[in-house]
């Protein structure tokens, strides 16, 4: 009975942690200990990244989470050229992991925030995986590189990308690849102003979608495209539903893509006539958390164009003009509900007259005498 019950309690031994795993736990708790200077952080993962190959998962699993915690202190801290060498450096590693986990590079490389930088990284991660023969890593990064273009307003070249990886890709039917490429064709278009094939490459990104799981962060980049592109058609109702769904799903995910789409929302309200919902979307529970300039901004708009004022218009635009005229989608339909207010005030004017003095016009709506004419003449 005493030797079952002592092997009883050899099977219940509770295994030992990895070297290496106690390491990394003693590394991440250096992060929150050293905030200014990361230097004893940066020394532990380096040593970790150093532990010699073998075919443990633990390892493998330890060295993959500490290139990603090693990669954003790199991004944290400023040190770009640190970040270049890591990724170059630990490429050999990415040759021993299952494919799908290699993709995980491009989100370190969609950390940084310099794009000329991001860009440069991708280039040369992509000639080493020419090199290597890599192509699931060479195609993920290829999307990416294709993205960074069209934030560098590089849109040709990012289309030409785009569309030579999508010949490639259709032939491998990557779904989940082909909905972000589609996506980032979608944008591309309507950057350069071709609606129609914007709606056709969104359309396409969606039916894939629809068979497949995607992230919410895609589903949320999804309907943000079917906001800016509805807007574009002047269906702001349906606009308002698509930026709300991304909206509620980017808030934990992404709190700048969030106010943005918060900004497009109201932008909805204001050019569909509804200025007066304004205030209450604001104070919603989730908008509540991006009070400040921006949303004070929108709400200058929706004041000025609620009491169906230029003054009050033209004001709200060149007070806020970082937060509203540097965005070129706020921008351009901005332009269009000036253009609205401007003609609605002048046939008000104009109305009961059968004829009048233009320079009387100008003083009436205080704005100057060459814009009145030049409207008149339109």
Not at 214 to 243: C, V, W
Not at 262 to 287: C, E, F, H, R, W
Request: glycine share 2%; aromatic share 8%; hydrophobic share 45%.
């Amino acid at each position: 009975m005493a030797d079952g019950g002592s092997h009883d309690m050899d099977v219940l031994e509770v295994p030992k942690k990895h070297k290496l795993q106690e390491d990394f736990d003693a590394a991440e708790e250096e992060i929150e200990e050293e905030r200014a200077s990361p230097e004893r952080s940066i020394a532990a993962f380096q040593k970790i990244l150093a532990y010699p190959d073998d075919n443990l998962e633990v390892v493998h699993k330890v060295k993959e989470l500490s290139i990603y915690k090693l990669g954003q202190l790199y991004i944290r801290h400023g040190r770009e050229k640190e970040l270049a060498a890591l990724l170059q450096n630990v490429r050999p590693f990415f040759s021993t992991i299952p494919k799908a986990k290699t993709g995980k590079i491009v989100k370190v490389l969609d950390a940084t925030k310099a794009l000329q930088f991001q860009a440069d990284l991708c280039y040369d991660s992509i000639a080493w995986c020419n090199l290597e023969k890599h192509t699931f890593l060479r195609q993920r990064i290829q999307a990416r590189l294709a993205s960074i273009l069209f934030e560098q307003q590089k849109f040709q070249a990012a289309l030409d990308l785009i569309t030579e990886l999508l010949r490639e890709i259709k032939k491998l039917d990557d779904k989940p690849l082909l909905v972000d490429i589609h996506l980032v064709e979608s944008k591309l278009y309507h950057a350069l102003r071709n609606v129609p094939k914007a709606k056709a490459s969104l359309t396409a990104a969606r039916s894939i979608a629809n068979t497949i799981y995607i992230i919410p962060r895609t589903q949320a980049n999804i309907d943000h495209m079917s906001g800016i592109l509805h807007a574009e058609e002047r269906d702001y109702k349906t606009a308002f539903s698509y930026f709300f769904e991304a909206f509620e799903a980017l808030v934990p995910l992404d709190p700048v893509e969030a106010l943005a789409c918060l900004k497009y929302m109201l932008l909805s309200k204001v050019a569909n006539g509804q200025s007066a919902d304004v205030p209450a979307i604001v104070s919603t529970k989730n908008a509540i958390k991006f009070t400040g300039i921006d949303i004070e901004a929108l709400k200058a708009v929706a004041k000025a164009h609620d009491q169906r004022s230029l003054e009050l218009f033209q004001q709200a635009t060149t007070t806020y003009a970082a937060q509203l005229v540097t965005d070129p989608l706020i921008k351009h339909h901005l332009g269009l509900l000036y253009e609205k207010l401007l003609e609605s005030n002048l046939i008000k004017i104009i109305h009961p007259y059968s004829c009048v003095e233009i320079n009387h016009v100008a003083n009436l709506i205080k704005l100057p005498l060459v814009q009145i004419e030049t409207k008149y003449n339109m």
